[in-house]
């Protein structure tokens, strides 16, 4: 059970929008679409922010989407606004009730 | 609104047993609903399962981490409860406690974590 990968840093510009990439392989990305996505700030608990790869919990901004294409999931943030700034870490089931998490992104908004 | 939190000694010594309490209030930890994980972060790393319990007692384990790693639940006391033997720095890390929805197949709430430094 290795770890997902994902850029260790994205940036961008307010209003911009980007996208972090997770990657894992058949056995967790690829086999299931259960991949979510948390944004952790320093200090803070961590809030989920994508499930099930797509979906989105009650009161977190359509700006954040997900998608997932093989073996890669991705988190696109759009209308990048300054409170985005922190970590962001994917988290895919792996199968017999386990799971995998990414070794995470941290976006600078510029 | 449902809150964790987790407790237990920020320090232990290398080949020790490492022990934590995540308490939940808000809600009951005895929901069929849901599960309970245990996640922690080492310093300047990324997030490791480390497993789940429910509220019957039935875990699940990191394979990685399997042989030392306990995880027990309270009823009585809307807890549960981290153990992890033989511990050395490379355990250092802020552990966090979560909810996993079984429907959701994620962990929609976490505490905020408390760090746990592994040194003599």
């Known amino acids: 059970q290795s770890a997902l990968t994902q850029p260790a840093s994205v940036s961008g510009s307010p209003g911009q929008s980007i996208t972090i990439s997770c990657t894992g392989t058949s056995s967790d990305v690829g086999s299931y679409n259960l991949v979510s996505w948390y944004q952790l700030h320093p200090g803070k608990a961590p809030k989920l922010m994508i499930y099930e790869g797509s979906k989105r919990p009650s009161g977190v901004s359509n700006r954040f989407s997900g998608s997932k294409s093989g073996n890669t999931a991705s988190l696109t943030i759009s209308g990048l606004q300054a409170e985005d700034e922190a970590d962001y870490y994917c988290c895919s089931y792996a199968g017999s009730s386990t799971w995998v998490f990414g070794g995470g992104t941290k976006l600078t908004v510029l | 609104q449902l809150q964790l939190q987790e407790s237990g000694p920020g320090l232990v010594k290398p080949s020790e047993t490492l022990s934590l309490t995540c308490t939940v209030s808000g809600g009951s930890i005895s929901s069929s609903s849901y599960y309970w994980g245990w996640i922690r972060q080492p310093p300047e790393k990324g997030l490791e399962w480390l497993g789940s319990?429910?509220?019957?007692?039935?875990?699940y384990y990191n394979p990685s981490l399997k042989s030392r790693v306990t995880i027990s639940v309270d009823t009585s006391k809307n807890q549960f409860s981290l153990k992890l033997s033989s511990v050395t720095a490379a355990d250092t890390a802020v552990y966090y406690c979560?909810?996993?929805?079984?429907?959701?197949?994620?962990?929609?709430?976490w505490g905020q974590g408390t760090l746990v430094t592994v040194s003599s």
């Open positions: 979560a909810r996993l929805v079984t429907a959701m197949v994620t962990f929609d709430y």
């Open positions: 319990i429910y509220y019957s007692g039935g875990t």
